[in-house]
């Protein structure tokens, strides 16, 4: 099975960007459907973005135009690049994998049956 580690959260101001970054093992995640979900304190956990293994991908509305959600396959990695950010982005984000193939990345919590344990994304 395939195991994640997030990375590459922090404290950042209005406006300001960061790079997330999820390395994975145990398996190659050339075939995977990835993404990033979040949850805010007292909320639901909701996705963010998705990138199939053949590169689609789908973003929330929230954050179309601001975040992109990449993979380098080589490096077993997936990336969230999120430009513009606003408080309302403050979350644990998580990265998620599954190896049902589709068309279009889903961003439905129960699609996903790999986790890692998150990082934490403050603005403020």
């Known amino acids: 099975h395939v195991q994640l580690v997030e990375s590459g959260g922090g404290s950042v101001q209005v406006g300001g960007s960061l790079r997330l970054s999820c390395v994975a093992s145990?398996?190659?995640?050339?075939?995977?459907?990835m993404a990033w979900f979040r949850q805010a304190p007292g909320k639901e956990r909701e996705g963010v973005a998705g990138?199939?293994?053949?590169?689609?991908?789908s973003y929330a509305d929230s954050v179309k135009g601001r975040f992109t959600i990449s993979r380098d396959n080589a490096k077993q990695s997936v990336y969230l690049q999120m430009n513009a950010l606003l408080p309302e982005d403050t979350g644990m984000y998580y990265c998620?994998?599954?190896?049902?193939?589709?068309?279009?990345?889903?961003?439905?919590?129960?699609?996903?049956?790999?986790w890692g344990q998150g990082t934490q994304v403050t603005v403020s």
């Open positions: 998620a994998a599954r190896s049902q193939p589709g068309v279009v990345p889903p961003l439905v919590e129960t699609s996903y049956n790999r």
């Open positions: 145990g398996d190659t995640i050339g075939r995977y459907c």
């Open positions: 990138i199939e293994s053949d590169g689609s991908t």
